[in-house]
């Protein structure tokens, strides 16, 4: 069985911080491109943070220099520390692992079940 669960989502007030994990579970993915992605209500799912199997990090403008993607190999987890927050950060994160086999693209990946980051003002 392959999986992803996510944890660490909660309530925060705006300016504090929170840390996701994600533990994939069934393989190793040490090999795997790891992915944080969002979705708010009634907007489109996106990228937030990405690392490559070479600890190439990726981030999407919002969130740069703000959140830090993160992984441990021999742990076998991914994580996003997300310092900063601002309400616009409000919505439920999903871990992500981009297939290695096939294209090369998030909709060829292995999704976590997501865990709800609410940023309150």
């Known amino acids: 069985q392959v999986q992803l669960v996510e944890s660490g989502g909660g309530l925060v007030q705006a300016g504090g911080s929170l840390r996701l994990s994600c533990a994939p579970s069934?393989?190793?993915?040490?090999?795997?491109?790891m992915g944080w992605h969002r979705q708010a209500p009634g907007k489109q799912r996106e990228l937030v943070a990405a690392?490559?199997?070479?600890?190439?990090?990726n981030y999407a403008d919002s969130v740069k220099g703000r959140f830090t993607i993160s992984r441990d190999n021999a742990k076998n987890t991914v994580d996003l520390q997300m310092n900063s927050l601002k309400p616009e950060d409000t919505a439920v994160y999903y871990c992500?692992?981009?297939?290695?086999?096939?294209?090369?693209?998030?909709?060829?990946?292995?999704w976590g079940q997501g865990t709800q980051v609410t940023v309150s003002s």
């Open positions: 992500a692992a981009m297939n290695i086999y096939g294209p090369r693209t998030w909709g060829n990946a292995f």
């Open positions: 069934g393989t190793i993915f040490s090999g795997y491109t």
């Open positions: 690392i490559s199997s070479g600890g190439t990090t």
